[in-house]
Nanobody, 119 residues
């Protein structure tokens, strides 16, 4: 069983920063033995969730072009947590952000946390 729970969303002004956190419980495998793990987002009026920042199975971070240089993904294997640091926020970053983990061809999602960038 895998359970993912996001926190840290909210309102931020353009140019501001915030940090998202995802607590993961992985009873059937070790937290660091994932295939892919990271963050997706779904913008208002858009049906598609798009990858924002993801760790590959080799632990290499991969960023969407729209956030590269502004967002940073990290993880703490001792706490079973992954983080997304959002800097230089822009209104286009407004979305529901989802924590994601893939293991053995199965996808797992958190419930999502809203981030709104507005003045």
């Amino acid at each position: 069983q895998v359970h993912l729970a996001e926190s840290g969303g909210g309102f931020v002004q353009p140019g501001g920063s915030l940090e998202l956190s995802c607590a993961a419980s992985t009873s059937s495998f070790s937290f660091d033995q994932f295939d892919r793990m990271g963050w997706y987002r779904q913008a208002p009026g858009n049906d598609e969730r798009r990858a924002v920042a993801v760790f590959t199975g080799q632990g290499v971070p991969v960023y969407a072009d729209s956030v590269r240089g502004r967002f940073t993904i990290s993880r703490d294997n001792t706490k079973n947590r992954i983080y997304l640091q959002v800097n230089s926020a822009i209104p286009e970053d407004t979305a529901v952000y989802y924590c994601y983990l893939a293991k053995d061809r199965r996808d797992y999602w958190g419930q999502g946390t809203q981030v709104t960038v507005s003045s």
